[in-house]
């Protein structure tokens, strides 16, 4: 178990320190990955109040190594969300301390710890289910009421179920779990995904409910030719594919893609063309012309916050804003390659409605003659209606698809094309 304690600390301290998204390696086993993510998901869902706690077990004076910091942060974790035995845990992380810095490092960890472990149920008893940083939490509240902001803490607390997308109802996975509106099957998410029913068979693919959703806002498209921007690593081409479409599928990532060709492959399903190119670069360059482009536009990702915690402590309004400039020249250089009548279909993983509601209504004030809003509340089920705004756009916070087990952030319209 040292070892796997030593693999995530140094993970976390490299998500941490680097802003970067958590990257597993490879060549872990299956109870170590287990273990490995469900404390770093931990750590990182509860990091405020675990800062809190931390602080409230050290004088003002103190000064932590970022080593011992971290290690702090993960074996306070262990201890008041886990259910390791408390002396393993702080003799684990005593001796990485005292390992990799030095041995007074190393008797401040214990110290700390052992008062965290003495008083341990009151902490539990007055855990509010902190999750945000403090600067998230301002940036959604610009867009977003205390209430609502909450709401979405709440549900991106927990620990998301696995959401496939079937291509052949009768597969056994089915029997698994349950089917949402519209098709997704949700299953308890345990194990190795190539150890589920069928999966070398390729009747299946995993696809968040929220990320199979714009594809399902189509008409027939059986045919069609369909430009995928930002493909990789292939959901919704897939769904694209398996609808009868002629897809191109375009990434800037090589190793994104060389993915997406293995997904398809194994779901059986051939692209019309697969092209490594950065997606600006190659609207302004194409003079091919589509019925359908899709475009899953770069964002700051803030409504994958279930699968990926670390994002609430480091995205700003500075990403936010970053990425919406970026969507906006994609936008526009998406319109001359879209043959008359045909249809840009706009998604983000994204909360911010300045990467969809905003980003979406400024490019319509701006080419009020080239395109219209496609109303999408008809072209949900009933009960899902409550997804679509007064405009017609489908607005998705994860606390919405609370009666389901929650689900992703997104945002999706549908324009044509005049």
Same mark, same amino acid.
């Given at each position: 178990?040292?070892d796997s304690r030593y693999i995530a600390l140094q993970i976390f301290a490299q998500t941490l320190t680097e802003q970067q998204p958590i990257t597993l390696p490879d060549n872990l086993n299956e109870k170590d990955i287990a273990f490995v993510k469900m404390l770093l998901f931990t750590a990182l869902r509860h990091l405020p109040y675990i800062q809190k706690t931390i602080k409230k077990n050290t004088s003002s004076n103190s000064r932590i190594r970022p080593y011992a910091k971290y290690a702090l942060f993960l074996g306070a974790t262990e201890l008041i969300y886990m259910s390791s035995p408390a002396y393993a845990i702080i003799n684990s992380y005593v001796n990485l301390v005292k390992k990799n810095t030095n041995q007074y490092a190393a008797g401040f960890v214990n110290a700390v710890l052992r008062k965290i472990e003495l008083t341990k149920n009151i902490i539990i008893a007055?855990?509010?289910?902190?999750?945000?940083?403090?600067?998230?939490?301002?940036?959604?509240?610009?867009?977003?009421?205390?209430?609502?902001?909450? /709401?979405?803490?709440?549900?991106?607390?927990?620990?998301?179920?696995?959401?496939?997308?079937?291509?052949?109802?009768?597969?056994?996975?089915?029997?698994? #779990?349950?089917?949402?509106?519209?098709?997704?099957?949700?299953?308890?998410?345990?194990?190795?995904?190539?150890?589920?029913?069928?999966?070398?068979?390729?009747?299946?693919?995993?696809?968040?409910?929220?990320?199979?959703?714009?594809?399902?806002?189509?008409?027939?498209?059986?045919?069609?030719?369909?430009?995928?921007?930002?493909?990789?690593?292939? #959901?919704?081409?897939?769904?694209?594919?398996?609808? #009868?479409?002629?897809?191109?599928?375009?990434?800037?990532?090589?190793?994104?893609?060389?993915?997406?060709?293995?997904?398809?492959?194994?779901? =059986?399903?051939?692209?019309?063309?697969?092209?490594?190119?950065?997606?600006?670069?190659?609207?302004?360059?194409?003079?091919?012309?589509?019925?359908?482009?899709?475009?899953?536009?770069?964002?700051?990702?803030?409504?994958?916050?279930?699968? =990926?915690?670390?994002?609430? =402590? &480091?995205?700003?309004?500075?990403?936010?804003?970053?990425?919406?400039?970026?969507?906006?020249?994609?936008?526009?250089?998406?319109?001359?390659?879209?043959?008359?009548?045909?249809?840009?279909?706009?998604?983000?993983? /994204?909360?911010?409605?300045?990467?969809?509601?905003?980003?979406?209504?400024?490019?319509?004030?701006?080419?009020?003659?080239?395109?219209?809003?496609?109303?999408?509340?008809?072209?949900?089920?009933?009960?899902?209606?409550?997804?679509?705004?007064?405009?017609?756009?489908?607005?998705?916070?994860?606390?919405?698809?609370?009666?389901?087990?929650?689900?992703?952030? &997104?945002?999706?319209?549908?324009?044509?094309?005049?």
């Amino acid at each position: 178990m040292t070892d796997s304690r030593y693999i995530a600390l140094q993970i976390f301290a490299q998500t941490l320190t680097e802003q970067q998204p958590i990257t597993l390696p490879d060549n872990l086993n299956e109870k170590d990955i287990a273990f490995v993510k469900m404390l770093l998901f931990t750590a990182l869902r509860h990091l405020p109040y675990i800062q809190k706690t931390i602080k409230k077990n050290t004088s003002s004076n103190s000064r932590i190594r970022p080593y011992a910091k971290y290690a702090l942060f993960l074996g306070a974790t262990e201890l008041i969300y886990m259910s390791s035995p408390a002396y393993a845990i702080i003799n684990s992380y005593v001796n990485l301390v005292k390992k990799n810095t030095n041995q007074y490092a190393a008797g401040f960890v214990n110290a700390v710890l052992r008062k965290i472990e003495l008083t341990k149920n009151i902490i539990i008893a007055e855990d509010s289910g902190e999750f945000f940083s403090d600067n998230f939490r301002s940036m959604l509240r610009k867009s977003y009421s205390a209430q609502t902001v909450a /709401s979405i803490e709440k549900a991106c607390l927990s620990e998301p179920l696995l959401d496939i997308t079937v291509k052949d109802k009768n597969s056994p996975i089915c029997s698994l #779990g349950k089917i949402l509106p519209l098709g997704t099957l949700r299953i308890p998410n345990k194990g190795k995904i190539s150890d589920l029913p069928d999966y070398r068979f390729g009747t299946w693919w995993v696809q968040d409910f929220s990320s199979a959703l714009p594809v399902k806002m189509l008409d027939n498209i059986r045919n069609k030719s369909v430009l995928d921007l930002c493909a990789a690593p292939g #959901g919704k081409t897939a769904q694209l594919l398996s609808a #009868g479409a002629k897809v191109t599928a375009v990434d800037i990532s090589a190793a994104r893609l060389q993915t997406l060709r293995q997904n398809l492959q194994r779901l =059986h399903l051939t692209a019309e063309n697969i092209i490594c190119a950065d997606a600006l670069d190659y609207l302004n360059q194409t003079s091919e012309k589509f019925d359908i482009v899709l475009l899953d536009a770069p964002c700051s990702a803030t409504g994958t916050l279930r699968r =990926h915690p670390e994002i609430a =402590h &480091f995205k700003t309004s500075e990403d936010v804003l970053r990425q919406s400039s970026l969507q906006q020249k994609l936008l526009e250089a998406s319109l001359p390659i879209i043959a008359p009548q045909g249809y840009l279909l706009y998604c983000t993983c /994204s909360l911010c409605p300045e990467e969809g509601e905003l980003q979406i209504n400024n490019f319509i004030k701006k080419n009020p003659d080239k395109i219209c809003p496609i109303n999408l509340t008809e072209r949900l089920p009933d009960e899902l209606k409550f997804l679509a705004d007064s405009q017609g756009f489908i607005r998705i916070l994860p606390h919405l698809m609370k009666d389901y087990g929650y689900t992703d952030g &997104f945002f999706i319209a549908l324009l044509k094309i005049l």
